[in-house]
């Protein structure tokens, strides 16, 4: 384990659904970040948060939105998804010392959208 | 784009034999990241090499990079079956790491 913890693993929800993914990093790290994996397409870079405050959002249409109470927190909040949406998602932090800028990450929320 | 692209997609091999895998990008760098993810996981950090570096090992890895050409190699030596696993190149410039789609190598018993 890397240190960085995501939950739920596995989450199958409608469309009209509401749901929350949370992603907590006890490595004492100051960036945390969101990313979207598909098939057979190249990671996506979702959200970018340094110091509990976002700092990119790559066009990310609104029906996901990010939360970072804390610096060890971050969640992604869910609603009205497409079927389209169904991917991995995976949470990262890094410390963001300059210089040391390696991500460590979660092992994912594998999300299905029926 | 900063994004790094892995070549080949797929590369199967026995054990014991070695894999290379090819990184290219097109904009300047700070340094270069190698990840490993196994199936349906999340990435593990692999290595790091910086713009002024050439060379680094770690273990049975040896990265390469050539910043006139804007590319790295990830050498895996005498390869195990447990290192199959999906490998990406990440080029880091300003605060972004940006992913490619890996290569997705297997190794047979």
């Known amino acids: 384990e890397t240190g960085v913890t995501q939950t739920p693993r596995h989450l199958v929800m409608g469309m009209t659904n509401k749901k929350s993914l949370k992603c907590e990093q006890h490595?004492?790290?100051?960036?945390m970040y969101w990313y979207k994996q598909s098939a057979k397409k190249p990671l996506e870079l979702m959200f970018v948060?340094?110091?509990?405050?976002?700092?990119e959002n790559n066009s990310v249409p609104s029906r996901f939105s990010p939360e970072c109470p804390n610096s060890s927190h971050l969640f992604l909040h869910l609603h009205t998804l497409q079927p389209e949406d169904s991917a991995l998602y995976l949470c990262?932090?890094?410390?963001?010392?300059?210089?040391?800028?390696?991500?460590?990450f979660g092992p994912g929320t594998r999300l299905t959208v029926l | 784009s900063q994004q790094g692209e892995e070549d080949p997609q797929a590369l199967s091999i026995q054990e014991g034999e070695n894999a290379t895998m090819n990184c290219s990008y097109k904009?300047?760098?700070?340094?270069l990241q190698w990840y490993r993810q196994n199936s349906g996981r999340g990435l593990v950090h692999l290595i790091l090499?910086?713009?002024?570096?050439r060379e680094k090992h770690s273990g049975r890895l040896r990265v390469t990079l050539d910043t006139s050409k804007k590319s790295s190699s990830l050498l895996i030596t005498a390869s195990r079956a447990a290192d199959t696993a999906s490998y990406f190149c990440?080029?880091?410039?300003?605060?972004?790491?940006?992913f490619g789609t890996g290569t997705r190598l297997q190794v047979f018993p």
């Open positions: 990440a080029p880091h410039n300003t605060d972004k790491l940006i």
């Open positions: 948060y340094n110091f509990k405050e976002q700092t």
């Open positions: 490595l004492g790290h100051n960036a």
């Open positions: 904009t300047s760098i700070n340094n």
């Open positions: 990262a932090s890094s410390p963001r010392d300059r210089g040391h800028n390696e991500q460590f």
């Open positions: 090499i910086r713009s002024n570096e």
